[in-house]
Structures are given as structure tokens and as C-alpha cells.
């Protein structure tokens, strides 16, 4: 799998939105981009997944750039429980293979 | 929709003893299961590639005969930590992929705590 790049941590305050930037240079044409978040002592859980489009679901937005070498998870109105560590990571079609983490970002809010 | 249960979510055991940890998918059935673990402050690692009907698949530096895979039916995954020792205890987390609701989505399990005395 491609490798991911995203800053370490992250600190936002409550009911304000949240830009998770992921960087993937060397993405292929195939590999989709998904967001995976991961609460203290649980197992990951499914944020949002795409392949070019932008994409929008209950939990989050996902915005893919143009070239598809960078995206941005997106929490329009973070709260407390939105604190974790998130996790964007390239899987090619098919879903044959695991998952390959990298460290993620560890999302602060501040009350 | 897209649950995964595991069991037990925290298991004590002693030093040589085998510990198995169960993987299910509670509404959808899963043709291929993934058992990742995690040490303490790590991100997840992939351990192995558990296919219904068929060997697992390990990573490499992952003993297969220490940890032991069953996919027996496309809703139950189990692993077998055999003769296991301190330096197995970790978090073990299993995650199946829903092919119903699209082959790229895998589903995560709650976890597992092993701790090995």
C-alpha cells in the first residue's frame, strides 16, 4: 500500500470545524483513500472512504484533490467525542488485502 | 449495519497456556477477516489474512503455528494464541470486509486485551 502522511496531532475546540490533511504523493490510480478513527482502548471505527469524488456522509466530508496526492477529512462541528486518533489510508480496489496504519493524527478538543 | 463482535474483550491467562479470541460478523456475512494487534502506544499491525474455507494467510514475521487461524463459517473468524508469554500480550483486533456494502470497507471489532502473566 502507498504510504500516507499526516501531521501528529491536532488540537481544535468544540462545536468549531475540523481540517484533517493527509498527504499521498505516490497514490495510484486505483488505491482508494479512506479515514479510519480509532477511541482509547477500542478498535477503529469507519469514518469515510472515497476514490476522486468528494464525499459526504453523516459522520464527516471528505475532500480529494484534484490530482488525488492530498485530502482532507472534514468535521463540520467537532465535539468531545469526536477526540481521536485518525487514521487515512490507501487500499487498492478490491479489498482483498489488510490495512497497512501509519501513525495517524491524534485529534484534541479543547472544551 | 456492518457489526463485528469479539470475545472475550479482556482475557488474563498464565505463562504456556493457549488463549483463543473469537471474531463475528453480526449482520453480514465476511468471506475474508483481518487479525491485527497492538502494543501499547503503536499504531495497528496486520498479523494475518483470514480466508472462509481456506489457510490464513500470515505476515511476514507472524508465526502461523503460534497463532492459530479458523474461518470455518463466513461469520466466525477464531485465533488461537498457543504456549503463550509476557511478550504476547497485546490488544488483538479482527476487522471483516462486507462485500455487500463494498469490497474496500473493512469493519472493525471492538478488541481484544490479552495480558500474560
Known amino acids: 500500500d502507498a504510504k500516507t502522511t499526516q501531521p501528529n496531532s491536532m488540537e481544535s475546540n468544540e462545536e468549531e470545524p475540523v481540517h484533517l490533511p493527509c498527504n499521498h504523493s505516490?497514490?495510484?490510480?486505483?488505491?482508494?483513500i479512506h479515514w479510519y478513527r480509532q477511541l482509547p482502548s477500542q478498535g477503529p471505527e469507519y469514518v469515510i472512504h472515497?476514490?476522486?469524488s468528494n464525499v459526504n456522509n453523516r459522520m464527516a466530508s471528505l475532500a480529494i484533490a484534484e490530482d488525488r496526492k492530498s485530502s482532507t477529512l472534514i468535521l463540520h462541528r467537532a465535539t468531545l467525542r469526536d477526540a481521536a486518533v485518525y487514521y487515512c489510508?490507501?487500499?487498492?480496489?478490491?479489498?482483498?488485502?489488510?490495512?497497512?496504519f501509519g501513525k495517524g493524527t491524534h485529534l484534541i478538543i479543547q472544551p | 449495519g456492518a457489526v463485528v463482535s469479539q470475545h472475550p474483550s479482556r482475557v488474563i491467562c498464565k505463562s504456556g497456556t493457549s488463549v483463543k479470541i473469537e471474531c463475528r460478523s453480526l449482520?453480514?456475512?465476511?468471506?475474508?477477516m483481518f487479525w491485527y494487534r497492538q502494543f501499547p502506544k503503536q499504531s495497528l499491525m496486520l498479523m494475518a489474512t483470514?480466508?472462509?474455507?481456506?489457510?490464513?494467510?500470515?505476515e511476514q514475521g507472524v508465526e502461523k503455528d503460534k497463532f492459530l487461524i479458523n474461518h470455518a463459517s463466513l461469520t466466525l473468524s477464531t485465533l488461537t494464541v498457543t504456549s503463550a508469554h509476557p511478550e504476547d500480550s497485546s490488544f488483538y483486533i479482527c476487522?471483516?470486509?462486507?462485500?455487500?456494502?463494498?469490497?474496500?470497507?473493512?469493519?472493525f471489532g471492538p478488541g481484544t486485551r490479552l495480558l500474560v502473566l
Open positions: 476487522s471483516a470486509r462486507d462485500a455487500g456494502r463494498g469490497a474496500e470497507t473493512q469493519y
Open positions: 505516490t497514490i495510484s490510480g486505483t488505491d482508494y
Open positions: 472515497g476514490l476522486t
Open positions: 489510508i490507501l487500499s487498492s480496489g478490491g479489498g482483498a488485502d489488510g490495512l497497512t
Open positions: 449482520d453480514f456475512q465476511a468471506t475474508t
Open positions: 483470514s480466508n472462509e474455507g481456506s489457510k490464513a494467510t500470515y
